[in-house]
């Protein structure tokens, strides 16, 4: 299957990191390329694209799109964007102009069965974004216990009927051990009673997510890594942060409120002691969300949040 991403919030994005000749920009999520070939055009013919996945077929693909815009002008790196400062350090720049995060799941990732993402697909349950960690999701729902699945699934999946879907799938794994993505939602869709199967889309759609945020770690890393982008930006540079649900969505406007702030000393002190100054200015007050004919095009851009920030 071709790696094809549909790039989200494009035009935003381009508007808010306002990218030209060059400039040094970092697409902290490659994916299929579609934010990396847009910015890499018009920073050409003096500026430098930095791009990072853990997802070698991602990297792969991405390749093919950005190579007939000369190899000599980007720089791809088969790493996690919590190693942002290492990466850069691997460069020849010090500080960067524009910073984008596109977060989540790719559209290929879900659309590959034999990745294990998605629970449309019969595959081995996997859902590694990056093949070489150890742990998959077949690990997490067989090993972990009732106590430790029910946390991921309600914390991490926001699902009301978490406990009985750990309690479920215990009992299946007793007889047998769950190898199958076709195997999980046979599952979830018992255990969640049938009148609340009516509402909120697919039955098996927040345990899913659950298990790909736990296995990928994604939510551990993203503060640190936010905050390593800030660090690593110019003066005046812009950092963008695509999020396609709520949890993501509160770390990155939590760490944009952090990095805002300045005095934090108690307001009955005269004078300020902290010297904290703010490190950021917050260019989106509310998250852009998508327009009804983005919606329309690609569904899967329904829940899409974008918030920017300006380095001072």
């Not at 974004?129 to 309600?154: G, P, Q």
């Not at 914390?155 to 007889?175: L, T």
């Amino acid at each position: 299957m071709d790696f094809q991403h549909k790039p989200i919030f494009l035009k935003e994005t381009l508007d808010y990191l306002n990218p030209s000749s060059g400039m040094v920009i970092v697409d902290c999520t490659l994916g299929g390329g579609g934010h990396s070939k847009a910015l890499l055009e018009r920073i050409l013919p003096t500026g430098k694209l930095i791009a990072l996945d853990q997802d070698l077929d991602a990297i792969n693909a991405a390749e093919k799109v950005l190579r007939p815009l000369g190899k000599e002008n980007y720089m791809i790196f088969h790493s996690n964007f919590k190693d942002l400062e290492e990466v850069i350090k691997k460069t020849p720049f010090e500080k960067v102009d524009g910073i984008i995060y596109d977060l989540g799941v790719s559209s290929y990732q879900l659309d590959e069965p034999e990745r294990g993402f998605s629970y449309r697909h019969d595959a081995m349950l996997d859902m590694r974004m990056d093949r070489d960690r150890k742990e998959t999701a077949f690990d997490l729902v067989n090993k972990s216990s009732i106590e430790e699945l029910t946390d991921i699934i309600r914390d991490y999946g926001e699902e009301k009927w978490a406990k009985r879907i750990a309690i479920f799938i215990e009992n299946k794994r007793i007889e047998a051990p769950i190898k199958t993505t076709g195997e999980l939602v046979n599952i979830i869709k018992k255990a969640i009673p049938a009148g609340a199967r009516q509402e909120g889309g697919h039955p098996a759609k927040r345990t899913f997510q659950a298990l790909r945020i736990a296995v990928n770690k994604e939510l551990d890393v993203l503060a640190p890594a936010l905050k390593q982008g800030i660090k690593v930006l110019k003066k005046g540079g812009k950092l963008a942060v695509i999020t396609f649900h709520s949890l993501e969505d509160r770390i990155t406007k939590q760490v944009y409120k952090e990095m805002a702030q300045g005095c934090t000393c108690p307001p009955d002190l005269p004078i300020c002691v902290c010297n904290n100054k703010p490190k950021v200015k917050i260019l989106t007050r509310k998250p852009v969300i998508p327009t009804e004919n983005e919606k329309a095009e690609n569904p899967r851009a329904r829940s899409a949040k974008l918030r920017v920030v300006e380095k001072l």
